[in-house]
């Protein structure tokens, strides 16, 4: 029985791993688009390079 434990607390471990990174992905949705500008500026990518990179998030 202590195997069947074991491996509900393993899946449960990978549970939070996922959900865990979900969330850190969910976090740097939307932090592009105000710093457009300002890479444009910085880097001198044309709009189009700016959309492509915007495109890629």
Do not use: C, W
Not at 5 to 15: C, F, G, P, Q, S
Not at 45 to 50: D, M, N, W
Request: no cysteine.
């Amino acid at each position: 029985m202590s195997t069947l434990t074991l491996d509900n607390d393993h899946e449960l471990r990978a549970a939070r791993y996922v959900i865990a990174a979900g969330v850190v992905a969910a976090l740097h949705v939307g932090k592009l688009p105000p710093a457009l500008p300002v890479l444009r500026d910085v880097l001198g990518i044309t709009l189009l390079q700016a959309g492509f990179l915007l495109s890629l998030v």
